[in-house]
């Protein structure tokens, strides 16, 4: 390119969630999030939790920290180390590319100790049992010893494209076993409202099922209001 960019590009003036609405979604399934929000919310399902969920917290809540460091880079990500808010969720935005690790167990360290809550990326990782003695909440593509750079140009606190899904920082990132959402900022006190009702109509047909039901279609007035026919 004709100039080269900065090292580090530092967006501030982000949005916060307050701390009664990241309460507001403790414990609130992923998929019932999935459902208040038409049905569509989550990453893509090459993002799980690593370990699968067996060796560390299976349910995170947190304020999206974007760290858009691109393919085989880490520099967006160290910066977030350096400036995260405890409680934020750093999102990794690696591009989608899985040919080396996002990071590993040294610096899922330095983002414990910094306080983050969580870690999540559309890249693989490295250094499992050193992740796990961590105790870092961690959601990711897989396992890669490869090892990432720190040369930039990388962006901190902006927006960036994650696993299908736009990420802002300042969203609210909900992740547990199921998967990865995302929140967006403007709508939180609508899917935390919308939420609750779902989980509430889960509780309901959870008891009908258990109690037998099994007929979730009304054939009959399918038929009759012309939804269905009979050939």
């Not at 919308?194 to 509780?203: F, G, N, S």
């Amino acid at each position: 390119m004709i100039e080269e960019p900065p090292v580090l590009t530092i967006v501030e003036g982000a949005p916060t969630p307050t701390p009664e609405q990241i309460a507001a979604l403790k414990g609130v399934e992923t998929a019932f999030i999935c459902d208040a929000m038409g049905g569509i919310a989550a990453m893509s399902t090459a993002i799980a939790p690593l370990g699968l969920g067996e060796e560390l917290d299976r349910h995170v809540v947190g304020r999206a920290l974007v760290a858009d460091s691109g393919p085989m880079d880490i520099m967006a990500t160290l910066a977030a180390v350096n400036l995260l808010t405890p409680g934020d969720v750093v999102v990794h935005a690696a591009h989608g590319h899985g040919g080396c690790a996002t990071i590993g167990d040294q610096l899922s360290g330095m983002l414990k100790n910094a306080g983050a809550a969580a870690f999540v990326t559309d890249g693989p990782m490295r250094d499992f049992d050193g992740i796990r003695a961590t105790g870092l909440p961690c959601w990711c593509t897989g396992l890669n010893p490869n090892s990432p750079y720190a040369n930039g140009p990388g962006t901190l606190g902006g927006t960036a494209v994650v696993g299908g899904r736009q990420v802002a920082t300042g969203d609210i990132i909900v992740a547990d076993r199921n998967g990865v959402v995302v929140i967006p900022y403007a709508r939180i006190d609508a899917v935390i409202a919308k939420a609750k009702a779902v989980a509430q109509m889960e509780k309901e047909l959870e008891v009908k099922v258990k109690d037998g039901f099994c007929t979730p279609l009304d054939i009959d007035a399918m038929l009759a209001d012309g939804r269905a026919k009979k050939v």
